[in-house]
């Protein structure tokens, strides 16, 4: 039997769940619909936008964008912060539902998952039909919508979820690839990253046909596996599994896939800052401390490397999640071009005894601990993170 893979990625996810939480607490504008994006704060961290609505898209705003430039085109743009605790709810929603619909599922990010729906066809009949049901059940049960891309492997599939948006789907078949994948510009093709397409353009590639009939051994002489396996990609070719083993999560975080891949150490830690806050605030809401923090980061070819500290004394302060994040982040990065940024804590517990240390400087230990509840309780009191310590303020250290 032929092999149907399906491809499930929200629009505009950050900006879509952003409009749904701000309808829920009762607002009666649904930013999808407005000139809005979805940023850092201004003040902090230069307000690096993490998502844009269509509207904004349709001006030209978008991922990374800075604030700044997006007000010189559109001054009234709506700004809303990100919520990443909220985001990672609705994601977690969605996910437990596609899970209780298929057996193998894998989670791409936040806000995409494959589907492997060859060993389902028998009970759920044609795949298309299936699609535009499963996609206007998500639309009425969750209130946001998605694209479906169906293909004959995850790359068709990946492709096909790209085309038009928002609230569609669409087919990229084998027999499809000609007519539908070959007409488009190379930076369409998935893993097509800018440096990537800067060098096929001066081969005289720029559509995916072009790279499709290239030469294979040329590309391979002047782009290594990159160039080979852009090349499989143009043809379509793509071999991978559904990886749908489901990992148990024992501790909580965050991660983020770039619509840019970036080499920005600024963007990058606007991100661990961002990632710290929800952190740290997930902890205090259970009252738990973590012991073990851990970054990710994955480069453009799919390389993904993880690093780890275990923490002396157990934390849930923003501040120190922040700073160690740093630190690892700092030994991992080779300064390659990041694709995925991700944070994560473990060893949870609700111990927070600060084992002192007869050569460390335990006033400083304390008084750090007192200054965060103190700031803490101020914030309580005001709204969420209206004060910040001067260290959380995003340095390019
Ligand atoms: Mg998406």
Not at 23 to 46: H, Q, Y
Not at 155 to 163: G, Q, R
Request: charged share 30%; proline share 2%; net charge positive.
């Amino acid at each position: 039997m032929e092999r149907i893979v399906l491809h499930i990625d929200v629009n505009s996810a950050f900006l879509s769940w952003s409009a749904l939480k701000l309808l829920k607490e009762g607002s009666k504008k649904d930013i999808r619909n407005e000139i809005s994006v979805v940023s850092g704060r201004e003040a902090t961290r230069n307000g690096i936008i993490v998502a844009s609505s269509i509207p904004a898209k349709k001006k030209g705003i978008r991922a990374p964008m800075n604030l700044r430039d997006a007000r010189k085109i559109y001054r009234d743009i709506i700004v809303v912060h990100p919520d990443y605790y909220f985001y990672s709810e609705c994601s977690k929603k969605l996910f437990d539902y596609i899970r209780s619909l298929f057996e193998e599922v894998e989670q791409f990010s936040i806000d995409e998952c494959f589907v492997e729906y060859t060993p389902n066809k028998k009970m759920y009949g044609d795949e298309v039909k299936f699609a535009y049901k499963l996609k206007d059940t998500i639309k009425k049960k969750f209130g946001f919508t998605v694209n479906i891309g169906i293909g004959n492997n995850k790359l068709l599939a990946k492709m096909a979820s790209d085309f038009e948006k928002p609230d569609k789907v669409h087919t990229l078949y084998t027999s499809e690839i000609k007519e539908k994948m070959w007409p488009l510009d190379i930076s369409d093709l998935f893993m097509a990253g800018k440096s990537s397409c800067a060098r096929l353009r001066r081969l005289g590639i720029n559509t995916i046909g072009d790279l499709a009939n290239y030469d294979q051994n040329k590309l391979h002489y002047h782009m290594k596996s990159m160039g080979t396996m852009l090349y499989e990609y143009a043809n379509g070719i793509d071999n991978s599994k559904v990886e749908y083993r489901h990992i148990e999560r024992k501790g909580i975080g965050f991660s983020r896939t770039l619509e840019d891949d970036t080499e920005d150490k600024k963007i990058l830690f606007s991100y661990l800052s961002d990632f710290s806050t929800e952190i740290s605030n997930y902890l205090k809401r259970k009252n738990k401390y973590c012991g073990v923090i851990i970054v990710t980061i994955r480069y453009k070819d799919f390389r993904t490397y993880n690093h780890q500290i275990k923490l002396k004394n157990n934390t849930n302060s923003k501040e120190e999640i922040f700073k160690y994040s740093k630190e690892l982040f700092n030994k991992l990065w080779n300064l390659e071009s990041v694709r995925l940024i991700g944070l994560r804590v473990t060893d949870l517990s609700t111990n927070n005894d600060i084992q002192l240390s007869l050569f460390d400087d335990n006033s400083k230990v304390l008084k750090d601990k007192e200054i965060d509840k103190l700031l803490d309780n101020i914030n309580d009191k005001l709204g969420k993170d209206i004060v910040y310590k001067a260290s959380l303020i995003n340095k390019d250290k």
